[in-house]
């Protein structure tokens, strides 16, 4: 005999299937839709990795960073006048950017990504020593915390090089590598806290480490500053890590060379460091002054 297509005992087979095709139509179409929210929202924050420190107002985010305004690009310069930087534009104008940059081997049209430090005219003591201070080509160099790359830009037009760099930021480690890609450039650049991350075994023996570090500001204590922006706060722990780090870094005759507040002083103060102001700040040095410290390897100054 012909087998029904339905009996009584495939009722209740036959209800579960209409209900859970039903609760699944529902689920895709409705606005208020039963799939969790997590599963398709990308998470609004991600939890820190291991290796960064969990407290500490440099870390009270992530990804870490310095900036939050819209991504754009900004030019780099060396001229008569030294270093100096500006705004170009932002992302939309990417054709009109990318046609006439680089002007010159002198001058670079830098990307922003999201949360990455800006460029700024504030730096320039920084950016003229690299270029009219001793770095020669053929040097290996390693910048920390290199941003946009920007200052790995201006590394390699001096060493001709390849140059190192880590940043804590990772969108930092990528912006700069695009730089490098747009300044033709090679760039080894890794993520993670200076402070604590093992650098791979190429990062060592350098002629130079640059930072163009987070900043001692003595109440740094604004909640709105503290979210935004990397600093050291008043007691130097950054400053004072980065010395410790030295000597496994340098050459013996090696030199670091940190921009900071005047503040920084007294942490980097290892034999043999000398400062260095912009001229019209000689007069009156305070402790938000900007200041170059040049520090001589703190394994071997004497
Ligand atoms: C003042 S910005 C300088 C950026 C770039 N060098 C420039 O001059 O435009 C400081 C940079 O240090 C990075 N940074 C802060 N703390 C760090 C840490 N512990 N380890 C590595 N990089 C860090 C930040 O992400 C940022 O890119």
């Not at 924050?45 to 690009?73: I, N, Q, R, Y």
């Not at 460029?119 to 053929?138: F, H, Q, T, V």
């Not at 102001?277 to 402790?287: G, N, S």
């Amino acid at each position: 005999m012909k087998k029904p297509l339905l009996t009584p005992r495939d009722l209740p087979r036959l209800l579960l299937g209409v209900t859970l095709g039903v609760v699944g139509a529902v689920a895709v179409v409705s606005p208020f839709s039963l799939i969790p929210r997590a599963w398709v929202e990308a998470p609004t924050s991600l939890p820190a990795p291991e290796h960064l420190p969990s407290t500490g107002p440099s870390h009270a985010t992530w990804p870490p960073h310095e900036w939050t305004d819209d991504p754009k690009w900004h030019w780099v310069r060396y001229d008569d006048e030294g270093w100096s930087t500006g705004y170009v534009g932002t992302y939309r104008s990417l054709e009109d950017l990318l046609g006439p940059a680089p002007a010159s081997d002198r001058q670079l049209s830098v990307p922003l990504f999201p949360t990455v430090y800006q460029p700024d005219n504030l730096d320039k003591l920084y950016y003229d020593w690299i270029a009219e201070g001793p770095i020669e080509r053929g040097d290996k160099v390693l910048v920390i915390g290199t941003g946009s790359g920007a200052d790995s830009w201006a590394v390699a037009l001096k060493t001709q090089s390849k140059v190192y760099a880590v940043d804590i930021n990772p969108l930092a480690v990528l912006n700069a590598r695009v730089t490098a890609r747009l300044g033709g450039f090679e760039l080894e650049a890794v993520a993670g806290d200076f402070q604590a991350i093992e650098l791979p075994k190429s990062f060592r023996d350098f002629d130079y480490v640059l930072w163009n570090m987070p900043f001692v500001e003595a109440g740094a204590s604004d909640e709105n500053f503290l979210s935004r922006n990397f600093h050291d706060g008043d007691d130097g722990t950054i400053a004072t890590r980065f010395l410790e780090r030295l000597p496994s870094l340098l050459k013996p005759e090696g030199v670091a060379v940190a921009l900071n507040y005047a503040l920084a002083r007294n942490y980097l103060n290892t034999p043999g460091t000398t400062t260095h102001v912009a001229p019209d700040d000689e007069a009156a040095i305070t402790d938000t002054t900007y200041m170059l410290f040049v520090v001589p390897n703190p394994g071997t100054a004497q």
